[in-house]
């Protein structure tokens, strides 16, 4: 049986994924890059979150190209609506998230 490091539970009863997750407040900021191009910022999140794997699941769910750095998710094109439609199906509060 695993026991995690932060809270001293087994894996299976761990909670600390879904308070990382509450305790977020997350915001959703659309910028305009060079030539006109339509930049969707993920702002917000802790380095308690993997962002790598966030923006791969962001990634992958829009459809869209993108990376991660400085805290921030970048995602090519404007995804405003929709990235917190994947945000809230991937467990975070809809109430936290800012559009």
Do not use: W
């Amino acid at each position: 049986m695993e026991i995690c490091k932060k809270c001293g539970l087994p894996k299976e009863l761990c909670v600390c994924g879904t308070i990382i997750k509450e305790s977020q407040k997350i915001k959703i900021i659309l910028d305009k890059r060079r030539y006109g191009k339509m930049i969707t910022i993920v702002d917000g999140l802790t380095s308690d979150i993997d962002l790598k794997q966030l923006s791969k699941d962001l990634k992958r769910k829009l459809a869209c190209g993108g990376t991660f750095k400085n805290g921030t998710i970048e995602l090519q094109g404007n995804h405003r609506n929709r990235v917190k439609k994947v945000l809230v199906d991937l467990g975070f509060p809809e109430d936290r998230i800012e559009s």
